[in-house]
T-cell receptor, first 115, second 117 residues
Framework: KAGVTQTPRYLIKTRGQQVTLSCSPI?????VSWYQQTPGQGLQFLFE???????NKGNFPGRFSGRQFSNSRSEMNVSTLELGDSALYLC??????????????FGPGTRLTVL | AQSVTQLGSHVSVSEGALVLLRCNYS??????LFWYVQYPNQGLQLLLK??????LVKGINGFEAEFKKSETSFHLTKPSAHMSDAAEYFC???????????????FGKGTLLTVNP
């Protein structure tokens, strides 16, 4: 079974631009979560989608948004990029994320650099 | 709020030595705990998880962790380190949203494990 895939793997943008990252979950998984990883803040939860609906959201500004399609693929968008948005963005999929013991499977991440 | 604390941002061991990575949790209810490993330029891979079925949890690559309620700990161990174990390790707790039905992971700051030949 194929794992979680994320595209692109690397991105370089300049301040003020916007960016869209893509995530394809493991086949059969309906929940997709996004995390931001930085050296200073570590791993932080952005949001989670299930059946095209955002069910859970972390403490990030409105510049960060996402969506999920009917095939469970998900995209996240960051508008008006700031230098501090430089990070590794990780996508994780799970069956439903309605059980505390659900395992989240992570993709390789997209490394975003903002200049 | 539920959280985890990893003691030691960097641990260095010799090849063949015991690996001990520390994780303490803060929770008023039984927590569900996970250990993940991240190799350079890769995503996170699940090593093991505690689901209350057994206090000693065995994972992949020879790792195991013991849930100790009295110490609020879930330390990760491996009897004999290999060079290939060099990576960053994250302890995480599954946290419910305000409605109590959807879960996210809250991670510790991570511990970088170095294995010396």
């Amino acid at each position: 079974k194929a794992g979680v895939t994320q595209t692109p793997r690397y991105l370089i943008k300049t301040r003020g631009q916007q960016v869209t990252l893509s995530c394809s979950p493991i086949s059969g998984h309906r929940s997709v979560s996004w995390y931001q990883q930085t050296p200073g803040q570590g791993l932080q939860f952005l949001f989670e989608y299930f059946s095209e609906t955002q069910r859970n959201k972390g403490n990030f500004p409105g510049r960060f948004s996402g969506r999920q399609f009917s095939n469970s693929r998900s995209e996240m968008n960051v508008s008006t990029l700031e230098l501090g948005d430089s990070a590794l963005y990780l996508c994780a999929s799970s069956w439903a994320a309605t059980l505390a013991t659900d395992t989240q499977y992570f993709g390789p991440g997209t490394r975003l650099t903002v200049l | 709020a539920q959280s985890v604390t990893q003691l030691g941002s960097h641990v260095s061991v010799s090849e063949g030595a015991l690996v001990l990575l520390r994780c303490n949790y803060s929770s008023s209810v039984p927590p569900y705990l996970f250990w993940y490993v991240q190799y350079p330029n890769q995503g996170l891979q699940l090593l093991l998880k505690y689901t209350s079925a057994a206090t000693l949890v065995k994972g992949i690559n020879g790792f195991e962790a013991e849930f100790k309620k009295s110490e609020t700990s879930f330390h990760l161990t491996k009897p004999s380190a290999h060079m290939s174990d060099a990576a960053e390790y994250f302890c995480a707790v599954s946290v419910a949203d305000s409605g109590g039905s959807n879960y996210k992971l809250t991670f510790g700051k991570g511990t970088l494990l170095t294995v010396n030949p």
